[in-house]
């Protein structure tokens, strides 16, 4: 089993910027090569939703529309953590932020929960108006 844990979340205003990382270990984690990754978040009262996912090399990435051009994931393999930097922000934004993790490739199925096998605590981000 992987360990995610993720960090950054806060109180921020609309128009900021945040950035959200997530740092993976555990006994079988060997590095996040291996692993395809993945952003979700959840706001009160609604399912948990895909945001970003990010294949083990880091060329492949998927973006659900509300934040594409605002938000980007990118990988740090030396130090076995993903990132959510996110511009912009909304409102709507506002939500818990989770990552998670699956190893081998990623694929379509990235954008369901189902597809993963490791999810960190997640991280609160809240964005005033």
């Known amino acids: 089993q992987v360990q995610l844990v993720e960090s950054g979340g806060g109180l921020v205003q609309a128009g900021d910027s945040r950035r959200l990382s997530c740092v993976a270990s555990?006994?079988?984690?060997?590095?996040?090569?291996?692993?395809?990754m993945g952003w979700f978040r959840q706001a009160p009262g609604k399912e948990r939703e895909f945001v970003a996912a990010?294949?083990?090399?880091?060329?492949?990435?998927y973006y659900t529309d509300s934040v594409k051009g605002r938000f980007a994931i990118s990988t740090d393999i030396t130090k076995n953590t993903m990132y959510l930097h996110m511009n912009s922000l909304k409102p709507e934004d506002t939500a818990v932020y989770y990552c998670?993790?699956?190893?081998?490739?990623?694929?379509?199925?990235?954008?369901?929960?189902?597809?993963?096998?490791?999810w960190g605590q997640g991280t609160q981000v809240t964005v005033s108006s």
């Open positions: 998670a993790a699956k190893r081998g490739p990623l694929n379509r199925g990235a954008y369901h929960t189902s597809f993963y096998e490791s």
């Open positions: 555990g006994r079988t984690f060997d590095t996040l090569n291996s692993y395809a």
């Open positions: 990010v294949g083990r090399t880091g060329v492949t990435m």
